[in-house]
């Protein structure tokens, strides 16, 4: 089983809508979580952490379900320059938080 | 400022080949990082240095693999006897210092990559 897995999609969704990613993670004892967003042939830059508590990011929110070992993000009134690929990624127990683990990525598409 | 930047932006090889990957890390970043991205996948760690030192190289993938970062600033990665599945592309990152920071997670700042195609 990978450590971080998602739906690849892609995800195609109108100017507006709302949309929601998924993401699970093997390791139990994993310790931060984050959201990335990679660009087509560009540098993955971060666009959350995720939080026990959740938390918000103007249209953004991220959760983080301990138990059920998965993360969340919802995106709302996505818009055009939403389209990326995003990328959940976990930081493994015993690495003092520098290695971190992505997942393969989930492309969305948002279109006129 | 001056992000993370890493020359060059693409080789082409011949397998066989021996090839040198550089990484200039944002100024005053301590904490640096190489990922190798194959197509249609995430980000793969490879090694982290502090400093001078690589502080986890549990990622390269076998012994035709080594990173140097002998002043603490600029870091190679060198690829000697190159194969065709060494092609992806090459993705250094940088962070102020390893760990946290006040109970936050240090962000890893990326560069734009290094696309590497062995024939």
């Known amino acids: 089983r990978k450590e971080v897995e998602q739906d690849p999609g892609p995800f195609n969704v109108p100017e507006g809508a709302t949309v929601a990613f998924n993401c699970t993670y093997s390791?139990?004892?994993?310790?931060?979580f984050f959201w990335y967003r990679q660009d087509c042939r560009k540098e993955p830059k971060l666009l959350m952490s995720?939080?026990?508590s959740g938390n918000e990011d103007g249209r953004f929110t991220a959760q983080l379900n301990r138990a059920s070992q998965y993360i969340s993000l919802l995106i709302r009134d996505s818009k055009l320059s939403d389209s990326a690929t995003y990328l959940c990624?976990?930081?493994?127990?015993?690495?003092?938080?520098?290695?971190?683990?992505f997942g393969t990525g989930t492309r969305l598409l948002v279109s006129p | 400022g001056a992000g993370v930047s890493q020359t060059p932006s693409n080789k082409v090889t011949e397998k066989g080949k021996y090839v040198e990957l550089r990484c200039d890390p944002i100024?005053?970043?301590?904490?640096l990082y190489w990922y190798r991205q194959s197509l249609g996948q995430g980000p793969e760690f490879l090694i982290y240095?502090?400093?001078?030192?690589?502080?986890?190289d549990s990622g390269l993938p076998n012994d035709r693999f080594f990173a140097v970062r002998p002043e603490g600033s600029v870091s190679t990665l060198k690829i000697q006897r190159t194969e065709r599945g060494d092609s992806a592309v090459y993705l250094c990152?940088?962070?102020?210092?390893?760990?946290?920071?006040?109970?936050?997670?240090?962000?890893?700042?990326f560069g734009p990559g290094t696309r590497l195609t062995v024939l």
């Open positions: 995720v939080y026990s």
């Open positions: 390791n139990s004892a994993s310790q931060s």
């Open positions: 990152a940088s962070s102020p210092r390893g760990g946290t920071s006040g109970g936050a997670v240090n962000e890893q700042f």
């Open positions: 990624v976990v930081s493994p127990p015993n690495t003092g938080f520098q290695k971190l683990v």
């Open positions: 240095f502090q400093g001078t030192g690589a502080a986890d």
């Open positions: 100024s005053g970043h301590t904490a």
